[in-house]
């Protein structure tokens, strides 16, 4: 009996699909895929029950403790650059310090409400009544974060900004008005206005300097 000799197969060996067995650089495999979703579900769930479990790329909730409109007070603060002295009534006559620097300056301070305190950016200008001219060296600003106060957390306050004048001569006993602009992170912004008379004890008996003839 003869047997005839086995052929091989004709039939291709079944090939993989790419994406079986160890995925590659930029796939995903069938088995990542539900894990994925599952990680996500669980995120969700984490989110949703308050907890930090998965990182984020967004921000915090701009209205975060942002209870009012936003609000704000200019005033000035004592020689050290200590507390807030309300300027409300028009009638105050702080004085120009001298600074280490050789400078002069006003103490400034703030009050707010309605604003996130975080980078607070201030910026305190002053002008001449009589004249319309911004005292010189013009707007000073200023970016911190503003601490609660003790007694009312609502309420933020910042001491010891400096106003800085050129020309105290120039400036000395004369009604000025003192312009406060808050801005925050998030794009909310108020002003607040005080006048001021400033004093000056230094002596005003010689020309004006160069830089100061047209304060």
Request: glycine share 10%; aromatic share 6%.
């Amino acid at each position: 009996m003869s047997l005839s000799p086995q052929l091989p197969s004709t039939t291709s060996p079944q090939r993989l699909a790419p994406n079986h067995g160890r995925p590659g650089r930029g796939r995903t495999s069938r088995t990542a895929q539900p894990r994925r979703l599952c990680a996500l579900t669980l995120c969700a769930g984490l989110l949703a029950a308050g907890l930090s479990g998965c990182d984020t790329d967004t921000p915090p909730d701009a209205d975060a403790g942002v209870e009012y409109e936003p609000w704000g007070a200019v005033g000035g603060a004592n020689d050290e650059g200590k507390g807030f002295i309300s300027w409300e009534d028009g009638t105050a006559t702080p004085p120009m310090l001298r600074g280490p620097q050789g400078g002069q300056h006003v103490w400034v301070s703030v009050q707010m409400r309605g604003m996130v305190q975080q980078k607070l950016r201030m910026t305190v200008e002053m002008v001449l009544d009589d004249t319309g001219k911004v005292v010189k060296p013009g707007a000073v600003p200023f970016m911190q974060t503003v601490p609660p106060l003790p007694d009312d957390p609502k309420t933020f306050q910042f001491s010891a900004i400096t106003a800085f004048v050129r020309c105290p001569c120039q400036v000395a006993n004369k009604s000025v008005t003192v312009k406060l602009t808050l801005d925050d992170l998030y794009g909310r912004s108020t002003t607040a206005t005080a006048k001021i008379k400033p004093s000056w004890d230094g002596d005003c008996s010689l020309p004006p300097s160069a830089s100061c003839k047209d304060q």
